[in-house]
């Protein structure tokens, strides 16, 4: 997929950039982008993956409540505008999801048979579990949820986690070429966040404690 990394200022940074994550992201949104993913460059400044929005990518909540906002202040351009009307078309923009939600009762149904799984979930950081909600989201059929959290609890059970994690709460989890090859498999749109901290405005954005 087409995109850009982009340098973004950490608190009170004013070089080599003094745009912060929030300033990119509002640009983004303006034009039918989001952002994806974060990696921290040094003490100043971090590196965030912005993309062109997939067709039938999901809403977050935050999401649509910085869209409204950008409405209101005349900030909107046609390309965004052109994202916000198809999502509203197809519920998409109804149907956004909470960076609070969590996996479906089945999941902890099926975490509680078995005590491997349920013990590598406790140590699973935010990232990782944010990561087996949104895929558990995007499934269409109750076929293919049933099929997936069977394999994600046999994943953890094998001490496996779906994004490396680096955590000291978690030193048995790896992240196998065979838990690899299976998350490759999914069928899903990559999350407009993982989870969220709080920007020196205020507002949310993404926290990737798994990344380095």
Same mark, same amino acid.
């Given at each position: 997929?087409?995109?850009?990394?982009?340098?973004?200022?950490? #608190?009170?940074?004013?070089?080599?950039?003094?745009?912060?994550?929030?300033?990119?992201?509002?640009?983004?949104?303006?034009?039918?982008?989001?952002?994806?993913?974060?990696? #921290?460059?040094?003490?100043?400044?971090?590196?965030?993956? %912005?993309?062109?929005? /997939?067709?039938?990518?999901?809403?977050?909540?935050?999401?649509?409540?910085?869209?409204?906002?950008?409405? &209101?202040?005349?900030?909107?351009?046609?390309?965004?505008?052109?994202?916000?009307?198809?999502?509203?078309?197809?519920?998409?923009?109804?149907?956004?999801?909470?960076?609070?939600?969590?996996?479906?009762?089945?999941?902890?149904?099926?975490?509680?048979?078995?005590?491997?799984?349920?013990?590598?979930?406790?140590?699973?950081?935010?990232?990782?579990?944010?990561?087996?909600? %949104?895929?558990?989201?995007?499934?269409?059929?109750?076929?293919?949820?049933?099929?997936?959290?069977?394999? %994600?609890?046999?994943?953890?059970?094998?001490?496996?986690?779906?994004?490396?994690?680096?955590?000291? /709460?978690?030193?048995?989890?790896?992240?196998?070429?065979?838990?690899?090859?299976?998350? /490759?498999?999914?069928?899903?749109?990559?999350?407009?966040?993982?989870?969220? &901290? #709080?920007?020196?405005?205020?507002?949310?954005?993404?926290?990737?404690?798994? &990344?380095?």
């Amino acid at each position: 997929m087409p995109g850009v990394w982009l340098t973004v200022a950490k #608190k009170d940074t004013q070089s080599p950039t003094s745009m912060t994550y929030a300033d990119a992201l509002d640009e983004a949104l303006c034009y039918g982008w989001i952002d994806s993913r974060m990696r #921290k460059l040094d003490e100043y400044t971090n590196s965030c993956r %912005f993309t062109p929005r /997939a067709p039938k990518g999901l809403w977050s909540k935050r999401n649509v409540g910085y869209i409204e906002r950008l409405q &209101r202040e005349g900030r909107m351009q046609p390309a965004g505008l052109a994202q916000v009307e198809a999502a509203k078309a197809d519920g998409r923009w109804g149907a956004a999801y909470s960076a609070q939600a969590e996996p479906p009762a089945e999941f902890f149904e099926a975490l509680k048979q078995n005590v491997k799984a349920q013990t590598m979930w406790d140590e699973l950081n935010k990232g990782n579990k944010w990561h087996i909600y %949104f895929t558990l989201l995007n499934l269409k059929t109750e076929a293919g949820k049933e099929k997936r959290i069977r394999g %994600f609890v046999e994943m953890l059970a094998r001490g496996e986690t779906p994004i490396p994690q680096k955590n000291a /709460a978690a030193k048995t989890a790896t992240t196998t070429k065979r838990a690899a090859s299976e998350m /490759a498999s999914l069928d899903q749109v990559v999350p407009e966040q993982v989870l969220s &901290r #709080k920007t020196r405005s205020g507002r949310n954005a993404p926290s990737y404690s798994d &990344r380095g």
